[in-house]
């Protein structure tokens, strides 16, 4: 029950797409930029939507286990984020994120969890809020890089972030040259319980005014290590009568996660 449950809320947070289609050309960083151009540029890339629904599948390895997933992903941005989950038609679970709270239910099981984001934290290495939740599905840095405190590099041809905050957490962002598009972001935390946490974007695809990833690896160690890839089969914007309903269903046992 768990290992599935770790599944079902990595696949929250972390996305990828299959169209290969309009990808946005990339560029290596030839020439030293500051932090502040890196971070600039960054955070000029557009996310002009108010709402989008992803039909995706996804694959889940950890544990000497692995599952696949058919799921319908959608977003109000800044919001919440709502997923169904799927397998061979047969609807497994259902998920809500939004600022204050995760929730989700598994219907082969019949529980249903309710509760901050420290059950999610823990599995993914850092500390979570809806914001870098969302951040990452949508291939943007987790942490605002305006308020953090960097060092500016080249490595292999991408622009670099590399900082060091208390507690023995190292974080590590790389960016391509032409806009500044985020390739990856690694967070590690050192001490008695060190952690790691990978996600990795080979690529980007414009949709009008938004441009989101085409892919995603993702690896969180921990005492295990977890891989998560997913994979866009269509995406649409702005859709008026899009539902986030979310009611558990009656006869569900509550549970807490340690």
């Known amino acids: 029950m768990k290992k599935i449950t770790v599944a079902l809320l990595l696949t929250l947070a972390l996305v990828s797409c299959k169209s290969k289609q309009g990808l946005i050309a990339e560029k290596n960083a030839n020439t030293e930029k500051s932090v502040k151009e890196i971070v600039k540029g960054h955070n000029e890339n557009p996310l002009d939507f108010n709402n989008l629904q992803i039909r995706a599948s996804a694959s889940y390895k950890g544990g000497g286990e692995s599952y696949s997933f058919s799921l319908d992903i959608r977003v109000k941005k800044d919001e919440m984020i709502w997923v169904n989950a799927s397998v061979l038609g047969y609807p497994v679970a259902k998920a809500l994120v939004t600022p204050e709270k995760v929730s989700y239910y598994v219907n082969t099981q019949k529980e249903y969890f309710e ?44 622009y670099s972030l590399d900082g ?14 032409a806009n500044f598009l985020l390739k990856q972001q690694f967070i590690e935390q050192g001490g008695y319980e060190p952690q790691k946490l ?13 441009i989101l990833p085409t892919g995603l690896q993702a690896e969180a160690q921990k005492e295990d290590s977890v891989n998560v890839d997913i994979e866009y089969n269509n995406i649409t914007f702005d859709k008026e009568d899009l539902r986030f309903t979310f009611n558990v269903p ?7 996660i340690e």
Do not use: C
């Open 164 to 177: 060091k905050e208390d507690y023995d957490i190292f974080k590590h962002f790389l960016f391509e040259g």
């Open 250 to 256: 009656s006869g569900m046992k509550r549970i807490n």
């Open 115 to 158: 509760g901050d984001y420290e059950m999610l934290s823990q599995w993914l290495g850092t500390d979570l809020d809806y914001n870098k939740v969302q951040n990452m599905l949508l291939g943007r840095a987790m942490d605002n890089l305006a308020e953090g405190k960097y060092k500016a590099g080249l490595q292999d041809g991408l």
């Open 198 to 210: 990978t996600v990795n974007y080979p690529g980007y695809k414009e949709y009008g005014k938004t």
